[in-house]
């Protein structure tokens, strides 16, 4: 374990921008790609809703429409027949605390001397900074604070005088950090996933072409079939008629970095990531919760709609060892209401959870119950839920989450909170207990997670729960050596 010690950028505050998105990236041979660009957003909404945005090549030129605000609102009818052509690429972003302008919106788009060139991310670079200064003194001007324009400039310069696969393979050896990326230069559709391939990228097949997007389930809603997720350290480059692809591996490093909250609590359940459905790994770590710590009660019930296949995993796992457990709905969402975690002051949050959540009295009235969730991050929920309960009769109220405790901040692309703002930061689970006001609390440990979703927990990104990161952050400790990964020879393409 050491300290990172390079130019990490990925210090937080509220106003800073931050990459936390769904990108996709689409091939087609004979038809437009906007619609199912938009179409594959709609299904990644839930990775984003603060700006989407679509640039598609005619072979020609690029057209591009960037807007603030949720899919549905930020494209009519007129602007998806504007963008011509049958590649494009889209971008969903994620809504932050502090202010938030179009300047980072994406997908970022630059022409340069020998093209055009598109660029979707998800995840958050650690040395964005050095990288940008150099880029500046070289005479690159920069319209946005963030870390994709850096990557734009960078793999334009690279474009300069080497192919599109050298040059992906040059930007990769200068970035460091998290990143899954689905760029169009010119016509050209390719997805880059970082070389411990932290954020989630899939490449799906359609009847007439590819696609590539954060989460298989963007592939689902095309009637496409998923081919396999993209390696760690790939880049994926779709024929630009919708024929084919080309594989070209540009590392192999011998650990990988998945991040374990997109299975617990970011990424769709009915997504396959790296492998594995998001809903039965809910569902086993569920398991996994009863096994370490079950507690009997009357009835299990989940905070809906994070913790349903956790508490559903749970409840199975508690009925095949023989306990009389009923699960059940106790508490009702309003699906009108905006997650909680955007509320900018403590105050709007808790207030949101209240409109959000009421409780069902026939499930709690005169009853233990045991409360399940993905998380706790702030604390809020849980405080505001196990009161609720109470107040609706609950005799006692048991809560259980199936993750480890948030200690540490995110610096990779999940938007979680500062290291002050988190409950367990400094605070023992039995702390927490009496602050959220439970009978008992229980979380997961960080073995049980990595079980569950069948990985080691060398290839595991942890460092929310262990507070020791995969990639070396200014200031943090890291699980491992992050010394730059060397590129290897390309390999042939594998399939
Ligand atoms: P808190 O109320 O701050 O403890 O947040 C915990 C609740 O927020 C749980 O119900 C989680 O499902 C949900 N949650 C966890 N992580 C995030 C995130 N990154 N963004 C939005 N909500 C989250």
């Known amino acids: 374990m050491q300290a990172g010690n390079v130019d990490g950028e990925a210090t937080r505050s509220d ?78 972003r994620y809504p932050t605390a502090g202010s ?8 970022f788009s630059v022409s340069f001397n020998s093209g055009s060139l598109g660029l979707s991310h998800n995840g958050n670079l650690v040395n964005a900074a050095g990288l940008r200064d150099e880029l500046a003194r070289l005479g690159h001007a920069f319209t946005s604070d963030g870390d994709t324009e850096v990557i734009a400039h960078s793999l334009a310069r690279n474009l300069l005088d080497a192919d599109l ?39 799906g097949e359609l009847d007439d072409g590819y696609v590539l997007a954060s989460e298989s389930a963007a592939v689902d809603v095309l009637d496409g079939e998923l081919v396999r997720d993209v390696r760690p350290g790939e880049a994926i480059v779709l024929d630009a008629d919708g024929q084919g692809y080309e594989s070209v591996r540009l590392f192999d490093l011998e650990t990988t970095a998945h991040c374990f909250f997109e299975h ?12 594995t459905l998001v809903y039965e790994a809910r569902r086993e770590l569920g398991r996994a919760l009863w096994r370490e710590s079950g507690i009997d009660t009357d009835v299990v019930m989940p905070v809906p709609d994070s913790g349903r ?39 709007e ?105 069948d990985e080691t927990r060398d290839d595991l990104c942890l460092g929310c729960v262990t507070g020791e990161y995969p990639y070396d952050v200014d200031g943090e400790a890291t699980d491992r050596d992050v010394s730059r990964p060397t590129v290897g020879e390309p390999a042939e393409a594998d399939d």
């Open 100 to 107: 938030v302008d179009k300047s980072c919106a994406q997908p």
């Open 349 to 453: 949050r808790e207030r949101a959870v209240r409109l959000k959540l009421n409780p069902i009295r026939s499930t709690v009235e005169g009853r233990t119950v045991t409360l399940i969730d993905d998380s706790i991050v702030r604390g809020t929920t849980s405080t505001q839920l196990v009161e609720l309960l109470r107040d609706a009769g609950a005799e006692s109220v048991h809560v259980r989450i199936g993750a480890p405790a948030i200690v540490a901040p995110c610096y990779f692309g999940i938007d979680m909170a500062t290291r002050e703002e988190l409950i367990a930061a400094d605070r023992t689970t039995e702390e927490i207990r009496e602050t959220v006001g439970a009978d008992s609390l229980s979380y997961l440990s960080v073995d049980a997670v990595a079980d569950a979703l």
């Open 15 to 92: 106003d800073e921008p931050r990459e936390k998105c769904g990108v996709v990236g689409v091939s087609l041979s004979d038809r437009d790609a906007a619609r199912p660009v938009y179409y594959a957003l709609y299904a990644l909404q839930h990775r984003g809703q603060d700006s989407a945005g679509i640039v598609t090549h005619d072979g020609f030129q690029q057209h591009d429409h960037v807007e603030m605000g949720l899919v549905g609102d930020a494209f009519d009818e007129g602007d998806l027949a504007e963008l011509a052509g049958s590649t494009g690429i889209g971008h969903v």
């Open 309 to 347: 296949a956790f508490a559903s995993g749970y409840a199975d796992a508690a009925s095949e060892t023989g306990a009389d457990v009923e699960f059940a709905e106790g508490l009702m969402k309003n699906r009108y209401v905006g997650r909680t975690f955007i509320m900018p002051t403590q105050d």
């Open 165 to 203: 696969s050298s040059a992906v393979e040059q930007t990769m050896r200068r970035l460091h950090g998290s990143y899954s990326l689905t760029v169009m230069y010119d016509d050209r559709v390719l997805g880059v996933r970082d070389p411990r391939g932290n954020r989630p990228l899939v490449l």
């Open 264 to 275: 617990v609590y970011f990424a769709r359940p009915d997504s396959v990531i790296d492998g």
